[in-house]
Nanobody, 121 residues
Framework: QVQLVESGGGLVQPGGSLRLSCAASGSIFSIATMRWYRQAAGKQREWVASITSGGRSNYADSVKGRFTISRDNAKNTVYLQMTSLKPEDTAVYYC???????????????WGQGTQVTVSS
C-alpha cells in the first residue's frame, strides 16, 4: 500500500518560517508530479505549489516569492519551505502526488492526511 505522510506543521508568528515535509512510502515504481494544497477553515481547497520529477516548480500567485517547493527523489519526499508567513496562510496543508505503484499498470493520485499550519500573533 502507498502512503503519504506529512509533518512539520505548527503555530508560527506572522513573518516567521516553517518547513513542511511529505514522505511517500510503500511499493512505488516512480513518482511524477508532487504538489502541495491547502484548505483554510470554511474555504475551498486550493493549489499552492507543484514540482515535476525533473525538478520544475510552479507556484500560486499568493505564495510566489515566499514559498519554495523541493524534492528528494532518493527519499520519495517533497518539501515546502514557507517564509514571510501571513495570517492568510493559516490552513491545513495537504501533500498530493501522481505516482505509479510498483505492481500496477496505472498511474494513481494520492493525498496525505494533512498538517495544520497556524500563523497568528
Amino acid at each position: 500500500q502507498v502512503q503519504l505522510v506529512e509533518s512539520g506543521g505548527g503555530l508560527v508568528q506572522p513573518g516567521g518560517s516553517l518547513r513542511l515535509s511529505c514522505a511517500a512510502s510503500g511499493s512505488i515504481f516512480s513518482i511524477a508530479t508532487m504538489r502541495w494544497y491547502r484548505q483554510a477553515a470554511g474555504k475551498q481547497r486550493e493549489w499552492v505549489a507543484s514540482i515535476t520529477s525533473g525538478g520544475r516548480s510552479n507556484y500560486a500567485d499568493s505564495v510566489k516569492g515566499r514559498f519554495t517547493i523541493s524534492r528528494d527523489n532518493a527519499k520519495n519526499t517533497v518539501y515546502l519551505q514557507m517564509t514571510s508567513l501571513k495570517p492568510e496562510d493559516t490552513a491545513v496543508y495537504y501533500c498530493n502526488a501522481d505516482l505509479l505503484p510498483r505492481y500496477s499498470n496505472y498511474a494513481q493520485n494520492y493525498w496525505g492526511q494533512g498538517t495544520q499550519v497556524t500563523v497568528s500573533s
